[in-house]
C-alpha cells in the first residue's frame, strides 16, 4: 500500500506541471518493472520514509512488488466538490462568487491534488491510514484535493435559505445546479474515498475499527457509525456532522438507500428530495404493516439499523429535529447535543402546557416504540452497558449490538435491570432506570413487561380504564385478584413488583401522589432524602400524619386503600419484610405466600417471634388491622358480608366495625367470628393493640413503663394503679 502510494507521489511530482487547467485528464503512465522503497524515497527527494521504517518494511517483504500495469490515476475526476465549470456555473456566480474567486484564485481549474500539505503530512500515521484506503482495491478516485466541497455547501445553504424564506430576491437555483449539488453529497456518502475531510479525520479508526471494510455503498461510514464509542473526538464529531447531513435525504445514507431502493421505487417514487421525506414515507409503511405493502426484508433491517442511530442525536431525525426546534430552544438550550442529551431532556418536558403538540406527538411515539424495544433508548445503551454486562449477561449484545437480530427480548432486559437496580453501580445508569420506572408507573402502556405478561388480563378485567389513569391499572388487576379472578403466574409476578415498587416509592405510586399531593408539601416535602430517591420515606411520613388537622380525607382514603391492598402479601409491606424474613423462614416454610397467610402464621406464633425488628413491624401491622378492620386481610375477607349485614352504617376506624361485629357475635358467620375472637386476644394481650385502650397510653408510661409488653401484662399493670386519685379517668 505504501509502495503504490510512494509511486503516485512519485509520478505526480513529474506531471505536477501539467496541472494547470481545469480537470485536463494528466497522462496515465505504465510502471512495469521491480520497483523498491529506496527507489521510491529517493524520487521523493529523500528523508520522507524514515529508515526504521524501511527496515521495517524490508522485514515485511513489502520493498519489492511486481507491478506489471498499475493505473496511478483514473481518469474521472475527483468527488472534491461540484464542477464550477458544470451546471452550477451561473449559480455560483450569483450566490457564491467571493467563495468561486478564493478557489481559482491559484489558476482556472482545481489542483487534483495539493502537493505541499500533503508532502508535509507524508510520514504522519493518519496519513498512511487514509492512503491504504484510497488504494483499496488498486482502485483509486482521482488524487484528492482538500477542498471540503466548500462550493457544493454554498449551494446547499442557498437553497435551504430560499426553502425556508417567504420571498427571496435572489435568484432561484436552478434545477440541474441542485441535482449537480445533490450528485455530490451523495457520492460523498457513497464512498469514503470521496470524502477527504472524513477519510483523513477517521483514518486512525479506519485501519483500526475497519481494516477488511471495502469502500462503496456506504460501508466504512457504517462501520464508523458501529464502532462511534471508540471513536476520537474530531472523527467522532465529523461523523456526526455527515449523520446530520443526511437526515436530509436517504440518498445521503447510502447503506439505507441500497436497502431501500426497490420500495422507495415501488412505493415512494412520488415523494421529492429532502426534508427526510422518502424515509419518512418508508417508516410509515413499515409501521402500518399492510399486507397489501411489505417492505423487503434488507429494507426493514436498514430502517432499523438507521432508528438505532437516529436515537443519539435529535439532528439525526428530519422531522422530529424540525417539529422540535421550538422547543428545544425553549427548554433544552443549554443541552450539549448527541448522546441522547436532547432528546432526553425533551422527553421530560413534553408534559409542560408550553410544549408544542407536533413536537409531542412525534415524541411519545418514540417513547412509546423504546418501551417496547429498549435497544432503541441511546441513553440506556450508553450509560448502562457496563452493569447489564455484569448483572444481565445473557442480554448484553441487546446493547452491544443492538442491530443484531435476536430472540431475546428488551421486556426482559428491562426487568431484570429494575429486579437489579440497588446493585447497579453506575448512578447515571440507576438515575435512567429510575425515570423509566416513573414513566412506566405513570402510564403503564409504556411499562413492558407488564403489557407483555398482562395484556389477556388487563384486557378482560381491567379495560374500561384509559391508560392516562397510570397506576390504576396495576391497582384493577390487584382487586381483581383479591376478588378470585384467575390471573396468571407471569402476570402475579409482574403486579407483586409494581405494587412492591409503589409500596416502598411515592414517586413510583402515581395514585397515592396525586391524591396526596398538597399534603406532600405540606407534611413531607423535607423527608426526602438527599441524594437518593426517597419515596419511601414519603409514604412512611404520610401515614404519620395521616390523623393529623388539614390532613384531607381524600389522601388519607387513598392511602388507607392502598394499604389494604397491601396486606395480602406480607412482601409488600416493607418494613416486615425487612424485619421478618428470618422468622419466615424458622416459622412460617411451609405456609405459600399470598392472601394473608404469611401475616396470619406470624401473628398465630407471635410468641416464638424475637428479633426486634420483626416484633415492631407486626406490632404495627396488628395495631393497623385492629383500628381498621379493611387493614387484616383474612379479617376483611371473612367478615365482609358480615359488615355488610350488621354494621353497614358504621363507620372505619378506630376499632369500631371490631365493636359492631363483637356486639353480633352470636348473629355474624362463624369463621369472622373465629377471626374477631383471634384478633381481641391479642389486644388484650398488648394495650397498644386496642384502639379502645389508646388514651390509656400517658397512664402506661406513667405506672408501667418497666413492664414487659405482651401476654395482658401492661392491662393487669393499669388494673393494679386504677385505685390511685391521679390515675386518668379517660382511661377507666
Given at each position: 500500500m505504501k509502495t503504490c502510494w510512494c509511486l503516485l507521489i512519485a509520478c505526480l511530482l513529474s506531471h505536477a506541471a501539467a496541472q494547470d487547467e481545469g480537470f485536463a485528464p494528466v497522462p496515465r503512465p505504465l510502471v512495469k518493472g521491480l520497483?523498491?522503497?529506496?527507489?521510491?524515497?529517493?524520487?521523493?527527494?529523500?528523508?520522507?520514509?524514515?529508515e526504521a521504517e524501511l527496515q521495517q518494511q524490508q522485514q515485511q517483504k513489502r520493498g519489492f512488488m511486481d507491478m506489471t500495469t498499475v493505473d496511478v490515476l483514473t481518469k474521472k475526476r475527483a468527488a472534491t466538490d461540484i464542477d464550477p465549470e458544470g451546471p452550477c456555473k451561473e449559480d455560483l456566480k450569483h450566490h457564491c462568487s467571493e467563495l468561486l474567486q478564493s478557489q481559482t484564485s491559484k489558476g482556472k481549474g482545481r489542483a487534483l491534488l495539493d502537493i505541499h500539505p500533503l508532502a508535509q503530512r507524508i510520514n504522519s500515521a493518519t496519513n498512511?491510514?487514509?492512503?491504504?484506503?484510497?488504494?483499496?482495491?488498486?482502485?483509486?478516485?482521482?488524487?484528492?484535493?482538500?477542498?471540503?466541497?466548500?462550493?457544493?455547501?454554498c449551494i446547499k445553504t442557498v437553497m435551504h435559505k430560499q426553502r425556508m424564506a417567504i420571498t427571496s430576491a435572489a435568484a432561484p437555483v436552478s434545477a440541474a445546479c441542485k441535482q449537480d449539488a445533490r450528485d455530490y453529497f451523495a457520492s460523498r456518502a457513497q464512498d469514503i474515498r470521496n470524502d477527504y475531510m472524513l477519510l483523513m479525520n477517521c483514518a486512525p479508526e479506519i485501519r483500526r475499527f475497519c481494516p477488511k471494510v471495502m469502500p462503496g455503498d456506504g460501508r466504512v461510514v457504517s462501520c464508523l457509525k458501529t464502532n462511534k464509542l471508540g471513536l476520537s473526538q474530531r472523527c467522532g464529531g465529523l461523523l456526526s456532522r455527515r449523520q446530520i447531513e443526511s437526515a436530509e435525504d436517504i440518498s445521503l445514507d447510502a447503506k439505507l438507500a441500497k436497502a431501500c431502493s426497490n420500495d422507495q421505487q415501488k412505493y415512494c417514487a412520488s415523494v421529492g428530495w429532502g426534508a427526510g421525506a422518502a424515509k419518512s414515507c418508508l417508516e410509515g409503511i413499515a409501521k402500518r404493516n399492510d399486507k397489501t405493502k411489505q417492505l423487503e426484508p434488507q429494507c426493514k433491517s436498514a430502517l432499523y439499523r438507521r432508528a438505532l442511530e437516529d436515537s443519539e442525536d435529535i439532528r439525526f431525525d428530519y422531522r422530529v429535529s424540525q417539529a422540535c426546534q421550538a422547543d428545544r430552544e425553549r427548554f433544552c438550550a443549554q443541552v450539549q447535543p448527541g448522546k441522547g442529551r436532547v432528546i432526553d431532556c425533551l422527553e421530560n418536558h413534553m408534559k409542560n402546557a408550553e410544549f408544542t403538540a407536533q413536537c409531542k406527538k412525534l415524541l411519545e411515539r418514540r417513547v412509546e416504540r423504546k418501551s417496547k424495544d429498549i435497544r432503541l433508548d441511546f441513553r440506556f445503551r450508553l450509560l448502562c452497558r457496563d452493569d447489564v454486562r455484569t448483572l444481565c449477561p445473557s442480554f448484553e449484545t441487546l446493547v452491544t449490538k443492538p442491530w443484531i437480530k435476536s430472540n431475546l427480548r428488551g421486556a426482559d432486559l428491562i426487568e431484570c435491570m429494575r429486579d437489579n437496580i440497588p446493585r447497579v453501580t453506575n448512578p447515571k445508569c440507576q438515575q435512567h432506570m429510575y425515570?423509566?420506572?416513573?414513566?412506566?408507573?405513570?402510564?403503564?402502556?409504556l411499562d413492558s413487561p407488564l403489557q407483555r405478561n398482562c395484556v389477556a388480563e388487563i384486557k378482560e378485567l381491567c379495560s374500561d380504564i384509559p391508560p392516562s389513569h397510570g397506576f390504576k391499572v396495576v391497582a384493577c388487576l390487584g382487586r381483581k385478584k383479591q376478588e378470585g379472578y384467575i390471573i396468571s403466574q407471569m402476570c402475579t409476578n409482574v403486579l407483586m413488583k409494581r405494587v412492591s415498587a409503589a409500596a416502598k416509592d411515592f414517586h413510583l405510586n402515581p395514585v397515592v401522589k396525586t391524591a396526596c399531593s398538597k399534603e406532600y408539601l405540606r407534611f413531607c416535602k423535607d423527608s426526602e432524602k438527599m441524594g437518593g430517591h426517597g419515596g419511601h420515606d414519603i409514604m412512611e411520613c404520610l401515614d404519620q400524619h395521616k390523623l393529623e388537622i388539614g390532613f384531607m380525607s381524600r389522601c388519607k382514603d387513598t392511602l388507607e386503600q392502598f394499604q389494604m391492598e397491601l396486606m395480602g402479601d406480607w412482601r409488600l409491606v416493607k418494613d416486615l419484610h425487612d424485619g421478618c424474613s428470618e422468622e419466615v423462614k424458622a416459622l412460617c416454610s411451609t405456609v405459600e405466600p399470598g392472601e394473608g397467610r404469611i401475616i396470619n402464621c406470624l401473628q398465630e406464633k407471635r410468641s416464638l417471634?424475637?428479633?426486634?425488628?420483626?416484633?415492631?413491624?407486626?406490632?404495627?401491622?396488628?395495631?393497623?388491622?385492629?383500628?381498621?378492620?379493611?387493614?387484616?386481610?383474612?379479617?376483611h375477607k371473612s367478615c365482609r358480608q358480615d359488615v355488610q349485614q350488621f354494621c353497614a352504617g358504621v363507620e372505619p376506624g378506630e376499632g369500631r366495625v371490631h365493636q359492631c361485629l363483637r356486639a353480633n357475635e352470636e348473629r355474624i358467620s362463624p369463621r369472622c367470628r373465629q377471626m374477631e375472637r383471634s384478633l381481641e386476644t391479642m389486644e388484650h394481650e398488648d394495650v397498644?393493640?386496642?384502639?379502645?385502650?389508646?388514651a390509656c397510653i400517658p397512664a402506661v408510661r406513667r405506672y408501667c413503663k418497666d413492664v414487659a409488653p405482651g401476654g395482658a401484662n401492661r392491662i393487669a399493670c393499669l388494673q393494679d394503679h386504677m385505685p390511685e386519685l391521679d390515675f386518668p379517668p379517660e382511661c377507666f
Open positions: 520497483l523498491t522503497d529506496e527507489h521510491i524515497n529517493k524520487a521523493l527527494g529523500g528523508g520522507l520514509l524514515g498512511q491510514s487514509a492512503l491504504s484506503v484510497l488504494l483499496r482495491e488498486w482502485n483509486m478516485t482521482g488524487a484528492v484535493a482538500d477542498s471540503g466541497g466548500k462550493l457544493a455547501k425515570a423509566l420506572q416513573k414513566r412506566g408507573a405513570e402510564d403503564p402502556t417471634v424475637t428479633g426486634a425488628q420483626c416484633r415492631a413491624a407486626l406490632l404495627r401491622i396488628t395495631g393497623m388491622a385492629a383500628d381498621d378492620w379493611r387493614m387484616d386481610f383474612n379479617i397498644r393493640l386496642n384502639p379502645r385502650l389508646k
